[in-house]
């Protein structure tokens, strides 16, 4: 299952995993045999950071694989492109506001627990093996937008609030629903009988988006107020 779980963070070479409370370094090392990733592994107990280093160059990837003796809620992790989690649930519960605050489009895989109330994107179940769990840190969207057409014309308020990657909100009376999934949003509306729908790429406090009015798409800028 610990293999099946990093095959659902989509692993490439170009990835940089951190394994947080790397225990023996058994993450860490498929990541780079398997995979060919860069992979750091942060554990507070140093013989097992020893005993996960000579492991490392046993199997011949100690120039791709680090182990760091140190507080995982107190050590710097925000270069990571993947973050696995293989913790308690009371650990992985306590990490989430930092895991939130991660690069949107960031990968969080875990072994056998959630984290928190946060739904997953994607959840694998075995039997007598437990379980693997995928999230995609989404981009934060909450907030009043305006939505300006590149052609001219009327803009779009919208009032977005967000769960996670659940949208929900309001523009001029009318429901809004959609999903955001790192840093690509995509949200529904109805408007003076019109259906639309938005979608784009979130940056910062700016949205790069297409807005398709039935069948008809047009470029727009969102800007968060």
């Known amino acids: 299952m610990l293999?099946?779980?990093?095959?659902?963070?989509?692993?490439?070479?170009?990835?940089?995993?951190?394994?947080?409370?790397?225990?023996?370094?058994?993450?860490?090392?498929?990541?780079?045999?398997?995979?060919?990733?860069?992979?750091?592994?942060?554990?507070?107990?140093?013989?097992?950071?020893?005993?996960?280093?000579?492991?490392?160059?046993?199997?011949?990837?100690?120039?791709?694989?680090?182990?760091?003796?140190?507080?995982?809620?107190?050590?710097?992790?925000?270069?990571?492109?993947?973050?696995?989690?293989?913790?308690?649930?009371?650990?992985?519960?306590?990490?989430?506001?930092?895991?939130?605050?991660?690069?949107?489009?960031?990968?969080?895989?875990?072994?056998?627990?959630?984290?928190g109330d946060w739904p997953p994107d994607e959840q694998i179940d075995s039997f007598g093996d437990g379980s693997a769990f995928l999230w995609v840190v989404p981009a934060s969207v909450a907030g009043a937008w305006t939505f300006q057409p590149a052609s001219g014309g009327a803009p779009i308020d919208v009032e977005l609030t967000q769960t996670y990657q659940r949208l929900a909100g309001s523009s001029a009376g009318a429901p809004v629903t959609g999903t955001v999934h790192g840093a690509e949003i995509d949200f529904e509306l109805t408007r003076r009988g019109s259906h639309i729908r938005v979608s784009g790429t979130v940056e910062g406090d700016r949205i790069d988006a297409t807005v398709t009015r039935g069948a008809t798409p047009a470029r727009y800028t969102g800007t968060r107020h």
Not at 27 to 45: L, M, N, Q, S
Not at 68 to 97: E, H, K, M
């Open 3 to 115: 293999g099946r779980m990093l095959e659902m963070a989509s692993l490439t070479p170009a990835d940089t995993l951190y394994d947080l409370g790397s225990g023996d370094g058994k993450i860490p090392i498929a990541a780079a045999k398997r995979f060919g990733a860069t992979a750091v592994g942060i554990e507070y107990d140093a013989p097992l950071v020893a005993h996960a280093r000579c492991l490392a160059a046993a199997e011949g990837v100690d120039d791709r694989v680090t182990f760091v003796q140190g507080d995982i809620f107190a050590s710097d992790f925000s270069d990571a492109t993947v973050v696995a989690l293989y913790l308690t649930p009371q650990v992985n519960w306590r990490l989430l506001p930092t895991l939130l605050a991660m690069k949107p489009g960031t990968r969080i895989v875990a072994y056998s627990f959630g984290i």
